[in-house]
């Protein structure tokens, strides 16, 4: 029983922890910052899945884990660091929709999100219950980002965070099949790719990474 | 079995189309496309006359459905009808076919559209039902578009597209509340089932509305004179003799077979409806200078009866009274039958003065009949038909319907009692006002001199044309001869719906038909043909023998005109005019102003009329407004930024969150 409530203990922390880099996320003006961060989370998401694992004693979500470490925590934000650097953004600083107002709306969606999920998943094993709900916070939060930020590099950040709650939400659900976690971590890093090469088309063509000078380019209102 | 002979002569039929659409120019030429339409047609009609009842399924469609298809008596009375009409406007075709200016956009659905309207019939489960149903739909609606370069094909084609998609949206309604408890399709589950009472009311709200407007019934008619008029002639025969009859048949199939017992109550929207169609339309038919769109605004008044004695009959089976709503019925499905031969003949003469003066306005015609005799006196037998004059079969079914209603003071209910003379009222009126109507057209058209050049040089059609025409004529006069005949043949369709069938006529003397139980009313066709005969003989040789064989050649009276030419004859618009200032201001609110030149101004004084059409302005305008104003509306979404889209999600999602957790 002790060691049960400790485990309890330790995934809820590491959960917790994930809304609060989200959190953190959402007001880094600098780019580099906002990758550092993004790097922890993948980290933290790492850890919380391999806990799982321990916990649960499911031998496969470790592969999630690395999956987690390998890709999310390394290759991508070094990747994202070169990109940031090649376009030669590291320097500019973001201007953050109103910092507070985001934080705000942030704290509203994690309060949102535990009350859909508390209720909803009553009876279901405590530990993956509040999993499930801090990911949904973790995937609104990602989604805010995106919604609020200019520069495609933190859209992409954004996307990836969305993405870590969705694994965070799928291993609380005791995993899912091993087969479906590959594919989507494959869809993540060739979506990643993907972006990344229009990143460089967009900045070829517009000299700026900011996606409103596409809509100007559609001639469109903003 | 039946069943199988009909999908054999669908899919010939269907195989046809693909041949005529890929085939090559020669080998699957106008007349073979249309001669083989023809002889399938008969053996589908044959089968249908003298097969077996039965049900089929076939595992194609729906994997766990199947498609059923069966052949019950009611089935089989509207296969003879659809391929007896096919049949016709096939053998029309082949003569009036060599005009078409595009036969490759006429031949490939042609056929098809034959073959759906026999699939639909034999449908036995709902999807196989719609899915025919949207067969014969765009096979029709690739006919009406067939000379796409006029305007008015277009406009045509767009509100029939959009009336036909909201008719099969109706029934698909329909079909979804009729569904069994456990989601079954299939007709033979469905009937089991009982409804409560408001779901019931729906679904024959939602039949009524999804086959009404498919049939022309008001205010729905609004494609109807439209697109009829738009499509070739031998295809406009098809949609207003024997379409309309498939989309009488969907509501029968329906509200008598499907939805089970009957409330008295639903006569009354169906007896409304049936009614409004019958009078309006016929209005409408007797302003109109087009022939063709003429015969469509009849087609929706012979609609209307047909909707009239349907109603009567949904009465009289809510109230228990199985022998006057067998009276009904007949009446119902008699007059469906010959509205196909007399409409059909009418649009094949109207077809061929298309061809012989590219005229489609009476108001340019005028003794045709001198040169076109025979299609003139197939016209006239058509017209006094369709006028309900003894002894031909419009007289006949008519008759049956206002015996219907003689029968209904005996309905328990007040409402009803109430309501079915007035709408026997309105088809009185209706019968009296379709005789001027076809008076008018035939009188203008046909009689006194050519008001244009063109009828100068028109020339008798084709025979195959005539051929058709003839047949048709004949039928008109046989089965206006030998109602007995029909009506028997009908009976077993009317005894499965209602239970009942009129007494077996066949075995009365000199073939007269008695409907009534207690044998209080008859009429007998062949007698008052002998009677008429007689009378005429009689008048002519008294003429001969008593009249002076003395030749006097004198000069016509002129009126005061030395030269009366062929405009001085009476004209169309001068012939509907005192009916159009009697119900006028009423139905098309229509007004007329004088309009005056000014002093000294050498200019004619002119009178200008204008007649609005209110189901179009009352019921159709809002709705396309509103539509507009939408599409509007939500165009600007169209140009929102990415990010835009994102907050939109996003919201939507935080929404339905929201939602979930006030909710639960």
Redesign the interface.
Same mark, same amino acid.
């Given at each position: 029983m002790m060691l049960h409530d400790f485990a309890f203990d330790i995934a809820h922390m590491l959960a917790g922890a994930l809304v609060l880099l989200s959190l953190m996320m959402l007001y880094q003006d600098r780019l580099y910052a906002l990758i550092n961060v993004l790097a922890l989370h993948a980290l933290v998401l790492a850890m919380s899945v391999a806990w799982q694992a321990w916990v649960h004693d499911a031998p496969h979500l470790y592969i999630t884990a690395g999956i987690a470490l390998v890709f999310k925590a390394i290759v991508i934000p070094m990747a994202l660091r070169r990109m940031v650097f090649r376009l030669r953004v590291h320097r500019e600083i973001e201007t953050v929709v109103g910092t507070g107002l985001t934080m705000l709306a942030a704290i509203a %969606?994690i309060a949102?999100?535990l !009350?859909?999920m508390l209720?909803?998943t009553a009876g279901v094993d405590p530990v993956s219950r509040e999993d499930i709900a801090l990911a949904l916070s973790v995937v609104?939060i990602g989604?805010?980002m995106?919604?609020t930020r200019?520069n495609a590099v933190s859209q992409v950040a954004g996307f990836m965070s969305l993405e870590n709650g969705i694994v965070l939400a799928a291993t609380g659900a005791q995993g899912m099949p091993l087969v479906v976690e590959i594919s989507v971590a494959f869809s993540v890093l060739i979506a990643f790719i993907i972006i990344g090469i229009f990143l460089f088309r967009i900045r070829e063509r517009f000299d700026t990474v900011d996606?409103?000078a %596409?809509?100007a380019f559609?001639g !469109?209102?903003? | 079995m039946t069943v199988v002979m009909v999908l054999w002569c669908c899919l010939a039929l269907l195989l046809l189309a693909v041949a005529a659409a890929l085939g090559g120019r020669r080998a699957f030429s106008g007349p073979r496309v249309y001669g083989g339409t023809a002889i399938i047609c008969l053996v589908a009609f044959v089968a249908a006359l003298t097969g077996t009842y039965g049900a089929l399924v076939l595992p194609i469609g729906l994997p766990w459905l199947g498609a059923h298809f069966s052949v019950d008596r009611l089935a089989a009375v509207f296969l003879a009808l659809i391929d007896l009409g096919g049949g016709g406007a096939a053998l029309y075709a082949i003569g009036y076919g060599r005009h078409e200016h595009a036969p490759r956009r006429v031949l490939p659905f042609f056929p098809a559209f034959i073959a759906g309207m026999n699939l639909v019939v034999i449908a036995n489960d709902a999807y196989t039902f719609l899915f025919a149903w949207e067969v014969m739909s765009l096979a029709s609606w690739a006919l009406v578009m067939s000379d796409n370069r006029a305007a008015d094909s277009q406009r045509a084609g767009v509100v029939y597209l959009i009336m036909a998609t909201f008719s099969a949206l109706t029934l698909l309604l329909a079909f979804g509340l009729l569904a069994a408890p456990h989601g079954s399709y299939a007709f033979a589950d469905m009937r089991g089932g009982t409804l409560p009472g408001w779901r019931s009311g729906l679904v024959l709200a939602l039949a009524l509305i999804g086959a009404g407007s498919k049939a022309g019934l008001m205010p729905l008619h609004a494609w109807l004179p439209l697109a009829h008029p738009a499509a070739p002639s031998h295809v406009s025969a098809l949609m207003s003799g024997v379409m309309t009859k498939v989309a009488i048949y969907a509501f029968i199939r329906i509200v008598f077979d499907l939805l089970g017992p009957s409330v008295w109550w639903w006569a009354v929207p169906v007896l409304t409806a049936g009614g409004a169609a019958a009078v309006l339309g016929v209005l409408h038919a007797l302003m109109e200078r087009d022939l063709k769109r003429l015969l469509a605004y009849s087609t929706i008044e012979n609609v209307g009866i047909v909707f009239i004695g349907l109603g009567l009959a949904l009465a009289f089976r809510a109230n228990a009274m199985p022998d006057a709503a067998a009276l009904a019925l007949s009446a119902a499905l008699f007059h469906a039958f010959n509205h196909m031969l007399f409409k059909s003949v009418l649009f094949f003469g109207a077809g061929s003065v298309l061809v012989a003066t590219g005229e489609r306005n009476i108001e340019r015609l005028g003794g045709l009949i001198r040169v076109m005799p025979i299609s003139a006196a197939c016209m006239l037998v058509a017209c006094m038909a369709i006028s309900g004059l003894p002894p031909l079969n419009g007289f006949a079914s008519e008759w049956l319907t206002f015996q219907t209603i003689l029968v209904s003071p005996r309905l328990p209910q007040w409402g009803l009692r109430l309501l079915v003379p007035t709408v026997g009222t309105l088809l009185a009126l209706a019968a009296a006002l379709a005789a001027a109507c076809f008076v008018r057209a035939y009188g203008i058209a046909w009689l006194g001199r050519p008001r244009s050049a063109c009828v100068e040089t028109a020339h008798e059609t084709d025979r195959y044309s005539l051929a058709a025409m003839g047949i048709f004529a004949a039928l008109c006069v046989l089965a206006g001869l030998f109602p007995s005949l029909l009506i028997n043949g009908l009976s077993a369709a009317v005894q499965q719906l209602v239970g009942s069938r009129l007494p077996s006529e066949t075995g009365l003397a000199w073939l007269s038909i008695e409907p009534m139980a207690d044998r209080s009313t008859s009429y007998n066709g062949f007698m008052v043909f002998t009677f008429l005969m007689i009378a005429a003989l009689v008048g002519w040789l008294a003429v001969r023998i008593l009249g002076s064989r003395a030749v006097r050649r004198a000069r016509l009276w002129d009126c005061g005109y030395p030269d009366l030419g062929p405009s001085s004859q009476y004209s169309a618009a001068g012939y509907a005019q005192p009916i159009r200032r009697v119900f006028g201001p009423l139905v098309f609110h229509s007004s007329e102003t004088v309009v005056m030149p000014p002093p000294g101004d050498l200019a004619p004084a002119s009178i200008r009329k204008r007649t609005h059409d209110l189901a179009w302005e009352m019921l159709y305008e809002p709705v396309c407004d509103a539509v507009l104003a939408l599409a509007e509306l939500f165009n600007r979404v169209q140009?929102f930024?990415?990010?835009r889209y994102?907050?939109f999600?996003?919201l939507a999602?935080?929404g339905l969150?929201?939602a979930?957790?006030l909710w639960?």
């Amino acid at each position: 029983m002790m060691l049960h409530d400790f485990a309890f203990d330790i995934a809820h922390m590491l959960a917790g922890a994930l809304v609060l880099l989200s959190l953190m996320m959402l007001y880094q003006d600098r780019l580099y910052a906002l990758i550092n961060v993004l790097a922890l989370h993948a980290l933290v998401l790492a850890m919380s899945v391999a806990w799982q694992a321990w916990v649960h004693d499911a031998p496969h979500l470790y592969i999630t884990a690395g999956i987690a470490l390998v890709f999310k925590a390394i290759v991508i934000p070094m990747a994202l660091r070169r990109m940031v650097f090649r376009l030669r953004v590291h320097r500019e600083i973001e201007t953050v929709v109103g910092t507070g107002l985001t934080m705000l709306a942030a704290i509203a %969606l994690i309060a949102l999100s535990l !009350e859909v999920m508390l209720p909803v998943t009553a009876g279901v094993d405590p530990v993956s219950r509040e999993d499930i709900a801090l990911a949904l916070s973790v995937v609104l939060i990602g989604l805010l980002m995106m919604v609020t930020r200019h520069n495609a590099v933190s859209q992409v950040a954004g996307f990836m965070s969305l993405e870590n709650g969705i694994v965070l939400a799928a291993t609380g659900a005791q995993g899912m099949p091993l087969v479906v976690e590959i594919s989507v971590a494959f869809s993540v890093l060739i979506a990643f790719i993907i972006i990344g090469i229009f990143l460089f088309r967009i900045r070829e063509r517009f000299d700026t990474v900011d996606v409103e000078a %596409l809509d100007a380019f559609r001639g !469109e209102r903003k | 079995m039946t069943v199988v002979m009909v999908l054999w002569c669908c899919l010939a039929l269907l195989l046809l189309a693909v041949a005529a659409a890929l085939g090559g120019r020669r080998a699957f030429s106008g007349p073979r496309v249309y001669g083989g339409t023809a002889i399938i047609c008969l053996v589908a009609f044959v089968a249908a006359l003298t097969g077996t009842y039965g049900a089929l399924v076939l595992p194609i469609g729906l994997p766990w459905l199947g498609a059923h298809f069966s052949v019950d008596r009611l089935a089989a009375v509207f296969l003879a009808l659809i391929d007896l009409g096919g049949g016709g406007a096939a053998l029309y075709a082949i003569g009036y076919g060599r005009h078409e200016h595009a036969p490759r956009r006429v031949l490939p659905f042609f056929p098809a559209f034959i073959a759906g309207m026999n699939l639909v019939v034999i449908a036995n489960d709902a999807y196989t039902f719609l899915f025919a149903w949207e067969v014969m739909s765009l096979a029709s609606w690739a006919l009406v578009m067939s000379d796409n370069r006029a305007a008015d094909s277009q406009r045509a084609g767009v509100v029939y597209l959009i009336m036909a998609t909201f008719s099969a949206l109706t029934l698909l309604l329909a079909f979804g509340l009729l569904a069994a408890p456990h989601g079954s399709y299939a007709f033979a589950d469905m009937r089991g089932g009982t409804l409560p009472g408001w779901r019931s009311g729906l679904v024959l709200a939602l039949a009524l509305i999804g086959a009404g407007s498919k049939a022309g019934l008001m205010p729905l008619h609004a494609w109807l004179p439209l697109a009829h008029p738009a499509a070739p002639s031998h295809v406009s025969a098809l949609m207003s003799g024997v379409m309309t009859k498939v989309a009488i048949y969907a509501f029968i199939r329906i509200v008598f077979d499907l939805l089970g017992p009957s409330v008295w109550w639903w006569a009354v929207p169906v007896l409304t409806a049936g009614g409004a169609a019958a009078v309006l339309g016929v209005l409408h038919a007797l302003m109109e200078r087009d022939l063709k769109r003429l015969l469509a605004y009849s087609t929706i008044e012979n609609v209307g009866i047909v909707f009239i004695g349907l109603g009567l009959a949904l009465a009289f089976r809510a109230n228990a009274m199985p022998d006057a709503a067998a009276l009904a019925l007949s009446a119902a499905l008699f007059h469906a039958f010959n509205h196909m031969l007399f409409k059909s003949v009418l649009f094949f003469g109207a077809g061929s003065v298309l061809v012989a003066t590219g005229e489609r306005n009476i108001e340019r015609l005028g003794g045709l009949i001198r040169v076109m005799p025979i299609s003139a006196a197939c016209m006239l037998v058509a017209c006094m038909a369709i006028s309900g004059l003894p002894p031909l079969n419009g007289f006949a079914s008519e008759w049956l319907t206002f015996q219907t209603i003689l029968v209904s003071p005996r309905l328990p209910q007040w409402g009803l009692r109430l309501l079915v003379p007035t709408v026997g009222t309105l088809l009185a009126l209706a019968a009296a006002l379709a005789a001027a109507c076809f008076v008018r057209a035939y009188g203008i058209a046909w009689l006194g001199r050519p008001r244009s050049a063109c009828v100068e040089t028109a020339h008798e059609t084709d025979r195959y044309s005539l051929a058709a025409m003839g047949i048709f004529a004949a039928l008109c006069v046989l089965a206006g001869l030998f109602p007995s005949l029909l009506i028997n043949g009908l009976s077993a369709a009317v005894q499965q719906l209602v239970g009942s069938r009129l007494p077996s006529e066949t075995g009365l003397a000199w073939l007269s038909i008695e409907p009534m139980a207690d044998r209080s009313t008859s009429y007998n066709g062949f007698m008052v043909f002998t009677f008429l005969m007689i009378a005429a003989l009689v008048g002519w040789l008294a003429v001969r023998i008593l009249g002076s064989r003395a030749v006097r050649r004198a000069r016509l009276w002129d009126c005061g005109y030395p030269d009366l030419g062929p405009s001085s004859q009476y004209s169309a618009a001068g012939y509907a005019q005192p009916i159009r200032r009697v119900f006028g201001p009423l139905v098309f609110h229509s007004s007329e102003t004088v309009v005056m030149p000014p002093p000294g101004d050498l200019a004619p004084a002119s009178i200008r009329k204008r007649t609005h059409d209110l189901a179009w302005e009352m019921l159709y305008e809002p709705v396309c407004d509103a539509v507009l104003a939408l599409a509007e509306l939500f165009n600007r979404v169209q140009f929102f930024t990415i990010r835009r889209y994102l907050s939109f999600v996003f919201l939507a999602l935080v929404g339905l969150l929201l939602a979930l957790t006030l909710w639960q």
